[in-house]
Nanobody, 116 residues
Framework: QVQLVESGGGLVQAGGSLRLSCAAS????????MGWYRQAPGKSRELVAT????????NYADSVKGRFTISRGNTKNTVYLQMNSLKPEDTAVYYC?????????WGQGTQVTVSS
């Protein structure tokens, strides 16, 4: 079983930056896709960005392209989300996601609040 631990959320003013981190532990496969999803109050969970373990396949939601950057750490089972030029509409709980042949795991979520 894979466990995900997230960190880095918080409160920031519009135009500011935050960096989210997520580390996978347990029986994590080295070949995997990790990413970030978010869920705002009253809305469905939506994809923010994903990256495969080789860093060769990266996907972003249109709403964050050019502002957010997803990357992998030196240890393959870590993922980061650098969020710049944050907007109030980016306010949500951000969830780390792990997918591999063995299954899927979710983090507990970290709150990101952007004030106007």
């Amino acid at each position: 079983q894979v466990q995900l631990v997230e960190s880095g959320g918080g409160l920031v003013q519009a135009g500011g930056s935050l960096r989210l981190s997520c580390a996978a532990s347990g029986n994590a496969f080295s070949l995997n896709t990790m990413g970030w999803y978010r869920q705002a109050p009253g809305k469905s969970r939506e994809l923010v960005a994903t990256i495969n373990s080789g860093g060769t396949n990266i996907n972003y939601a249109d709403s964050v392209k050019g502002r957010f950057t997803i990357s992998r750490g030196n240890t393959k089972n870590t993922v980061y989300l650098q969020m710049n030029s944050l907007k109030p509409e980016d306010t949500a709980v951000y969830y780390c996601n792990y997918r591999a042949i063995s299954g899927t795991a979710w983090g507990q979520g970290t709150q990101v609040t952007v004030s106007s």
